[in-house]
Every structure is written in structure tokens, then in C-alpha cells.
């Protein structure tokens, strides 16, 4: 026995949904006056259809721009070992010379903190 109310699965990828609407208004088109989407009131495909290509390309868009973020966090990633250990060198040194007052290291940018660390307890 067939399945009487079968399952028609909308993607919930964003590019995968605009493939899927970019065929289902070219197969609008392509039918024209005798198309049945032409009976939908209030989300016609004549207002929808159109937007599909600048949603399109501005998921590119998007995509893009994600792709040139990622590869500028790599850059800046590697530009941050040299610098940590500037940052670290400088420190130590800092903390060298000013080993009566290391508040002064403050002038330098460095956030100082004069109590004690708070010790972690074990959780029985």
C-alpha cells in the first residue's frame, strides 16, 4: 500500500533552498498561464521568483567574504607567535627591572594584579 501522506523534504541549507526555489520558478516559468503555482495568493512567485539570483548572489557573497575571513584569522594567527613572545620577552624583562614596583609595568599597558591568585579547591 502507498504511503498517503509521503514526506517532501525543503532543504535547510540556505544554498541548497535557493537551488530548489531557482527550480521550481524556472518550472513556473516554463509553464507560464498553466502553471498551478499561479493560484498562490500573497507569496506569488512574479514578487519571489525575481529575488532568487540577488539572494543567490549574495550567499556568494557571504561565502566569500567567509572564506576571506577565515584565511585572514590563519594570517594573523601565525603574525601572533612572533608577537606573544615579544609581548612575553618584554614582560620578563619589565618585570626584571622594576622587580620593587611591577605596578609600574601598568605604564607599558600591562594589566597588573598584586593579590594572590585564588587557589582552585577539589570538588569532593
Do not use: C
Not at 576571506?68 to 594567527?77: I, P
Amino acid at each position: 500500500m502507498a504511503n498517503t501522506k509521503p514526506r517532501v523534504i525543503i532543504p535547510r541549507n540556505p544554498a541548497k533552498k535557493l537551488d530548489l526555489a531557482s527550480q521550481i520558478y524556472a518550472k513556473h516559468l516554463d509553464m507560464a498561464n498553466e502553471s498551478p503555482l499561479n493560484a498562490i495568493q500573497g507569496n506569488s512567485w512574479s514578487l519571489t521568483g525575481p529575488e532568487i539570483a540577488n539572494a543567490q548572489k549574495l550567499h556568494q557573497q557571504a561565502e566569500d567574504y567567509k572564506h576571506m575571513s577565515e584565511l585572514a584569522y590563519q594570517q594573523r594567527d601565525i603574525l601572533l607567535v612572533k608577537i606573544d613572545k615579544s609581548v612575553k620577552s618584554s614582560r620578563d624583562l619589565l618585570l626584571g627591572v622594576h622587580r620593587e614596583n611591577p605596578k609600574s609595568l601598568g605604564r607599558w599597558g600591562f594589566e597588573v594584579h598584586d593579590s594572590h591568585k585564588a587557589s582552585k579547591e577539589k570538588k569532593e
